[in-house]
């Protein structure tokens, strides 16, 4: 099947220390994957090196066959989206606004949002069943509801990838299905090639087509859910015990407890 998205041999620091190291990965037309792993072990800082927003101190990333160091922002953008962790809470725009902001890449420099590209702006916000809330400004939004606000801007830009970064923190459950089944139709039915950054594994374990595990800056184990959610990786990636059994031909897990537990009694506070 035709990569997407690839990287060889990414290394990335701070301060002599390495964050990512030797990251090398290939994102499949048409899948829908899931990274994973504890704080800190990198899986942000690899969202924002495949998506350039960091430079590598070595190796490569190739978006559609083309290096993408060399790409032009327009040209990057029109292939690729990403939605980072957080977007500012407080921006006073109305949610129409936001969604036209994802038409840019697409417009000439003397080009206003006008005709077909206001078409792609409607077409957005009813994926996304924005368009009631179309005029609404962010700022009155509930959580979920501004998530899917920047969803819909993402959507209008009719990028072939979509990349997250935990999509669905700060949301409650029923807001967390709605966004994952918001992906979920995007992926399948538009063909939107969807990576996402996934704390919550059980989702992941639902929602995606392949796993991608990190610890300590490096990839430690891909492939499916059932090849990879199986109970010594909760030991060596998470650290916890865990029983995991099956439910609706997905594994899903549920943690007992620390692998090794801390002992509190020892600590004099
Ligand atoms: N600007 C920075 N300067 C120094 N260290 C940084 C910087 N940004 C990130 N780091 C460090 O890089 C490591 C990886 O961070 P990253 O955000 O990629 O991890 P993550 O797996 O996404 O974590 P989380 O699950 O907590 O969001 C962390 O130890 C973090 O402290």
Redesign the pocket.
Known sequence: MENVLTSEGLHFG??N?N??ENFGLSIRKGEMASIV??????????L?LLTRLVRPNKGIVYLEGEAIALMNTKQVARKLTMLP?TQDPNLDLTVRDLVKQGRHPHLKWYEECRNEHEDAVDWALQMTDMTKLQHRSLYTLSGGERQRAWIAMAVAQTPHTLLL??PTTYLDVAHQLEVMELLQFLNRKQGITIVM?M?DLNQASRYSDRIIA?KD?KLVSQGSPAEVFLPDFFSQVFGIEANVYEDEGKPVYTPRGLAISRKWEELHV
């Not at 792993?37 to 690899?46: D, F, L």
């Open positions: 701070y301060h220390r964050i990512v792993g504890p704080n800190g072990s990198g899986k942000s800082t690899v924002r962790q970064d935990e950054v704390h990190m800056g």
